[in-house]
């Protein structure tokens, strides 16, 4: 073979040149991560029931889709949470290597058995089924700098200009709103509607009815009479547009021929569809889209076409709004891929100074050298093939790869150089004579190298994943540099190598004169030594058991994890106050929460984003979470300016903040694997003993976690605490004897009380939704209920407290469940280990 390209050396560098192109082709179509995928595909179902409190969705909307979830292939496990704002998520994992837009697919053909079975306000809401990953790539905040837009202002133009032009976006997964675009809100005066003897169900009537849009046919359409000259579309009734419009409805006429309008019971103004949130950027008012990654999808294409479609969508903001980036973990993997390219390429550069200063021989060491583009754009062709991404792992393992594949281009220079002073033959005859005696040897040390490293892409979960590709880089790398050897290397040395002598190398003068006396020097010293040691060989196999032994006991006391901590640049802050705290109470932790960051870790932090009202562990009022983003790594040298740190210090000052528990955290290493560092663990209701005996358990596995602070820390619920709840019973029988519907009874609590959406309007130009609730002062105390009144069957008006009791119960504001059993998820770390760790259950 070697043979057949030394007579024919342009044939090896067109073999050459075609497996670079390949490789620079390669590059620029493969994806560039941090790290290979390594997180499960996963699918999200998200679904809202307004006004439901967390157990009404569990068991009328997650159950529902739950059980017909079931004979989806490669399925791993299912998890959900529901929650007192009306949300429900079902997340379904599915075995790695699965192709997620199958899985997508399969999961909306069974969420449409389904549907039918679900309440009419869910379906009116619409559910959605995308694959995205569980974490944010990256939050893109809106704030007007010149204060002239409200947050209720900027929310709605990001929702009706911004967030459809993102979740189009090539990779992006699912798009969340910090924030609510504007809703026709008609707020309910319980006394003027018991004035008028009107109630919720009237206007709602109403509102449907005058409030609508009808296809009304045309003039002369066809078929039509003969000779017909006219055809006109007919435009009827159409859609109420302002709030002037829907106060002129009319909902009822009195005998006197007097109208009772909607402005005459309601206050109707342009809000926002809920007021579940509050964000700020640095204090000043705003609104924010958290965005995820599409399972698969690259991390840093995403991110740049993000930026890109919002730069693109900038000129036409209204005047003052500007885009910031609060959060972004994009530039570490940036800079991560950054230094191990600048890592290859000093690799590159060392190898060819270490075989120049060997092989003292300019066109000898060309040789070697050119064998290294060739392999590495060619590993990088075998890497698309494979449909790996360019990595840190990947570029580690040419990094690693340098070193070996330049061994067998070295083996065939050395051995063509002996040939020539052996035999004195020229170096094509040379060539050919060396290529016979070590293409074997060539081929074994390939085999050899590759036996060592083959074993890690058979590795099975994350770990596999992770070091699967690592592995095969270095494989094919070496597979490659076999063939470069086989084929270019003989080529290169019959065409560029000159006759040399034998002491060519000791005729050397200047540096490399006093180098090779050095290095002789540096043999014979090593000779002798082993010489010595062969004369002793105890002794020195006993010093050799205890190197080894020593080493053993080393490896057995450092600590494990799967991978380190990183200062990644960005890390979040977690905020829960107690249960029932309201809206304006958690504002005020999460303003002491900015204002240390702003101000005792000025000189690290760039910018702090909080959400008031939404956190990974559960939306509600007495939740929040603050995004925080630091300087660049530049601008903040020196261990006390880490994040790991920063975040120790925080930790610290936010234990006597007494309102409430906030947890900094760092972000894990992969951020596809989560939102935190440490672990996750469910703890399954699988007797379904009820709520309250898993609370009591999670509350018992807690207490033992805290005796163990020398093995785990930060150890906490994933979840909100069980809140106050005020739980209303009507007696059905007095109910009916009252002539009263029950489904009147049911749509006046949850308008009044939870609000209902009606039907739509349009809003320069998009649809928007109209939502009827009670006005805040009538639905603020409990007694409140007892003025909301019911039409019974004979027309007369009653009120609530002649068929209802009332009393308060504790429920939780967040229900989770695993694989269709109820759970609760809790999450820790490891304490910092210095002792081996001992097995505890």
């Given at each position: 073979m070697a043979n057949f390209f030394i007579q024919r050396p342009v044939f090896a560098w067109v073999l050459a040149i075609i497996l670079m192109i390949a490789g620079g082709l390669a590059i620029l179509k493969l994806p560039v991560a941090q790290y290979p995928t390594i997180a499960p595909p996963a699918v999200a179902i998200t679904a809202t029931y307004p006004g439901a409190d967390a157990q009404t969705v569990q068991d009328t909307v997650t159950q529902v889709i739950e059980q017909n979830m079931n004979g989806i292939d490669n399925l791993m496990y299912m998890s959900s949470t529901s929650d007192s704002a009306g949300n429900v998520t079902i997340t379904l994992t599915f075995e790695s290597g699965t192709d997620p837009d199958i899985a997508q697919v399969q999961v909306q053909n069974k969420l449409q058995l389904a549907m039918p079975l679900l309440p009419q306000e869910v379906q009116q809401q619409g559910i959605g089924v995308e694959k995205s990953s569980s974490s944010f790539l990256l939050v893109a905040g809106f704030v007007s700098d010149n204060k002239s837009l409200s947050q209720d202002d900027i929310s709605d133009y990001v929702a009706s200009n911004v967030k459809d032009a993102i979740s189009r976006t090539t990779g992006v997964g699912d798009v969340q709103l910090f924030g609510a675009q504007y809703a026709m809100r008609i707020w309910l005066d319980s006394n003027a509607m018991n004035k008028y003897q009107l109630t919720p169900l009237d206007i709602i009537n109403q509102l449907k009815t005058q409030n609508d849009q009808i296809a009304a046919g045309q003039l002369g359409g066809t078929p039509s009479v003969p000779g017909q000259q006219l055809n006109a579309s007919i435009i009827a009734q159409t859609r109420l547009k302002s709030p002037e419009e829907f106060g002129r409805v009319t909902l009822k006429v009195n005998q006197d021929g007097s109208m009772v309008h909607l402005k005459d019971v309601a206050r109707i103004e342009l809000g926002g569809e809920n007021y579940n949130m509050v964000t700020k950027i640095n204090g000043q008012a705003a609104t924010g889209l958290g965005i995820k990654l599409a399972t698969g999808a690259n991390a840093l294409d995403t991110a740049s076409a993000i930026k890109s479609k919002l730069a693109q969508l900038q000129q036409f903001f209204p005047q003052g709004l500007k885009v910031v980036y609060p959060y972004d973990t994009t530039p570490f993997v940036k800079i991560s891929i950054h230094e191990v390219v600048k890592t290859l390429f000093e690799a590159i550069i060392l190898v060819f100074l270490v075989m120049y200063l060997f092989l003292q021989n300019l066109r000898a060491t060309l040789i070697p050298t050119i064998a290294v583009p060739v392999v590495l754009l060619g590993t990088f062709a075998v890497l698309a093939a494979f449909g790996f991404s360019i990595n840190t792992l990947t570029m580690f393992g040419?990094?690693?790869?340098?070193?070996?594949?330049?061994?067998?281009?070295?083996?065939?220079?050395?051995?063509?150089?002996?040939?020539?002073?052996?035999?004195?033959?020229?170096?094509?005859?040379?060539?050919?004579?060396?290529?016979?005696?070590?293409?074997?040897?060539?081929?074994?040390?390939?085999?050899?190298?590759?036996?060592?490293?083959?074993?890690?892409?058979?590795?099975?979960?994350?770990?596999?994943?992770?070091?699967?590709?690592?592995?095969?880089?270095?494989?094919?790398?070496?597979?490659?540099?076999?063939?470069?050897?086989?084929?270019?290397?003989?080529?290169?040395?019959?065409?560029?190598?000159?006759?040399?002598?034998?002491?060519?190398?000791?005729?050397?003068?200047?540096?490399?004169?006093?180098?090779?006396?050095?290095?002789?020097?540096?043999?014979?010293?090593?000779?002798?030594?082993?010489?010595?040691?062969?004369?002793?060989?105890?002794?020195?196999?006993?010093?050799?058991?205890?190197?080894?032994?020593?080493?053993?006991?080393?490896?057995?006391?450092?600590?494990?994890?799967?991978?380190?901590?990183?200062?990644?640049?960005?890390?979040?802050?977690?905020?829960?106050?107690?249960?029932?705290?309201?809206?304006?109470?958690?504002?005020?932790?999460?303003?002491?929460?900015?204002?240390?960051?702003?101000?005792?870790?000025?000189?690290?932090?760039?910018?702090?984003?909080?959400?008031?009202?939404?956190?990974?562990?559960?939306?509600?009022?007495?939740?929040?979470?603050?995004?925080?983003?630091?300087?660049?790594?530049?601008?903040?040298?020196?261990?006390?300016?880490?994040?790991?740190?920063?975040?120790?210090?925080?930790?610290?000052?936010?234990?006597?903040?007494?309102?409430?528990?906030?947890?900094?955290?760092?972000?894990?290493?992969?951020?596809?694997?989560?939102?935190?560092?440490?672990?996750?663990?469910?703890?399954?209701?699988?007797?379904?003993?009820?709520?309250?005996?898993?609370?009591?358990?999670?509350?018992?596995?807690?207490?033992?976690?805290?005796?163990?602070?020398?093995?785990?820390?930060?150890?906490?619920?994933?979840?909100?605490?069980?809140?106050?709840?005020?739980?209303?019973?009507?007696?059905?029988?007095?109910?009916?004897?009252?002539?009263?519907?029950?489904?009147?009874?049911?749509?006046?609590?949850?308008?009044?009380?939870?609000?209902?959406?009606?039907?739509?309007?349009?809003?320069?130009?998009?649809?928007?939704?109209?939502?009827?609730?009670?006005?805040?002062?009538?639905?603020?105390?409990?007694?409140?209920?007892?003025?909301?009144?019911?039409?019974?069957?004979?027309?007369?008006?009653?009120?609530?407290?002649?068929?209802?009791?009332?009393?308060?119960?504790?429920?939780?504001?967040?229900?989770?469940?695993?694989?269709?059993?109820?759970?609760?998820?809790?999450?820790?770390?490891?304490?910092?280990?210095?002792?081996?760790?001992?097995?505890?259950?």
């Amino acid at each position: 073979m070697a043979n057949f390209f030394i007579q024919r050396p342009v044939f090896a560098w067109v073999l050459a040149i075609i497996l670079m192109i390949a490789g620079g082709l390669a590059i620029l179509k493969l994806p560039v991560a941090q790290y290979p995928t390594i997180a499960p595909p996963a699918v999200a179902i998200t679904a809202t029931y307004p006004g439901a409190d967390a157990q009404t969705v569990q068991d009328t909307v997650t159950q529902v889709i739950e059980q017909n979830m079931n004979g989806i292939d490669n399925l791993m496990y299912m998890s959900s949470t529901s929650d007192s704002a009306g949300n429900v998520t079902i997340t379904l994992t599915f075995e790695s290597g699965t192709d997620p837009d199958i899985a997508q697919v399969q999961v909306q053909n069974k969420l449409q058995l389904a549907m039918p079975l679900l309440p009419q306000e869910v379906q009116q809401q619409g559910i959605g089924v995308e694959k995205s990953s569980s974490s944010f790539l990256l939050v893109a905040g809106f704030v007007s700098d010149n204060k002239s837009l409200s947050q209720d202002d900027i929310s709605d133009y990001v929702a009706s200009n911004v967030k459809d032009a993102i979740s189009r976006t090539t990779g992006v997964g699912d798009v969340q709103l910090f924030g609510a675009q504007y809703a026709m809100r008609i707020w309910l005066d319980s006394n003027a509607m018991n004035k008028y003897q009107l109630t919720p169900l009237d206007i709602i009537n109403q509102l449907k009815t005058q409030n609508d849009q009808i296809a009304a046919g045309q003039l002369g359409g066809t078929p039509s009479v003969p000779g017909q000259q006219l055809n006109a579309s007919i435009i009827a009734q159409t859609r109420l547009k302002s709030p002037e419009e829907f106060g002129r409805v009319t909902l009822k006429v009195n005998q006197d021929g007097s109208m009772v309008h909607l402005k005459d019971v309601a206050r109707i103004e342009l809000g926002g569809e809920n007021y579940n949130m509050v964000t700020k950027i640095n204090g000043q008012a705003a609104t924010g889209l958290g965005i995820k990654l599409a399972t698969g999808a690259n991390a840093l294409d995403t991110a740049s076409a993000i930026k890109s479609k919002l730069a693109q969508l900038q000129q036409f903001f209204p005047q003052g709004l500007k885009v910031v980036y609060p959060y972004d973990t994009t530039p570490f993997v940036k800079i991560s891929i950054h230094e191990v390219v600048k890592t290859l390429f000093e690799a590159i550069i060392l190898v060819f100074l270490v075989m120049y200063l060997f092989l003292q021989n300019l066109r000898a060491t060309l040789i070697p050298t050119i064998a290294v583009p060739v392999v590495l754009l060619g590993t990088f062709a075998v890497l698309a093939a494979f449909g790996f991404s360019i990595n840190t792992l990947t570029m580690f393992g040419m990094v690693l790869a340098i070193g070996l594949l330049v061994d067998d281009a070295i083996v065939v220079v050395e051995n063509v150089e002996r040939v020539m002073v052996e035999h004195k033959l020229p170096p094509k005859e040379a060539t050919q004579k060396s290529m016979e005696q070590i293409q074997g040897a060539l081929v074994g040390i390939a085999m050899v190298l590759s036996a060592v490293f083959i074993p890690m892409a058979f590795f099975g979960g994350s770990t596999g994943a992770i070091y699967r590709q690592f592995s095969l880089t270095i494989v094919s790398a070496m597979a490659l540099s076999v063939l470069v050897a086989l084929i270019l290397t003989p080529a290169l040395c019959a065409t560029l190598l000159k006759p040399v002598s034998g002491d060519h190398h000791e005729k050397k003068g200047g540096f490399f004169g006093w180098f090779n006396a050095l290095f002789d020097r540096s043999v014979e010293h090593y000779s002798n030594s082993v010489s010595g040691i062969l004369r002793k060989t105890g002794r020195y196999l006993v010093v050799y058991i205890i190197i080894v032994g020593g080493m053993a006991v080393l490896f057995l006391r450092l600590p494990t994890s799967f991978l380190p901590e990183e200062d990644q640049g960005v890390f979040m802050t977690m905020v829960q106050l107690p249960a029932g705290a309201t809206q304006t109470r958690t504002q005020q932790v999460l303003d002491q929460v900015q204002n240390y960051y702003l101000k005792n870790e000025k000189a690290n932090v760039e910018s702090v984003f909080t959400v008031n009202g939404f956190s990974f562990s559960g939306q509600g009022q007495n939740a929040g979470i603050a995004f925080i983003s630091l300087k660049p790594w530049e601008a903040r040298p020196g261990a006390e300016n880490s994040v790991e740190a920063i975040v120790g210090r925080a930790t610290k000052a936010f234990s006597q903040i007494k309102d409430g528990l906030v947890f900094p955290f760092n972000l894990p290493a992969i951020i596809e694997l989560g939102t935190a560092t440490g672990f996750d663990f469910e703890l399954i209701d699988q007797a379904n003993l009820g709520h309250t005996s898993l609370t009591q358990a999670r509350n018992e596995l807690l207490g033992m976690v805290k005796a163990h602070p020398d093995m785990l820390v930060r150890v906490r619920p994933n979840g909100l605490e069980d809140t106050p709840q005020f739980k209303l019973d009507v007696d059905q029988e007095k109910a009916q004897a009252l002539g009263i519907s029950l489904s009147d009874v049911n749509q006046t609590i949850s308008t009044a009380l939870g609000g209902t959406y009606v039907n739509d309007f349009i809003d320069h130009g998009r649809v928007k939704k109209v939502y009827v609730q009670a006005d805040a002062r009538f639905r603020m105390l409990p007694g409140d209920i007892s003025n909301l009144y019911v039409r019974s069957a004979n027309g007369e008006m009653v009120p609530f407290s002649a068929f209802s009791t009332s009393h308060w119960v504790y429920g939780s504001p967040r229900l989770e469940r695993y694989n269709g059993m109820p759970s609760m998820e809790i999450i820790g770390e490891s304490a910092p280990v210095k002792v081996p760790v001992r097995p505890w259950r």
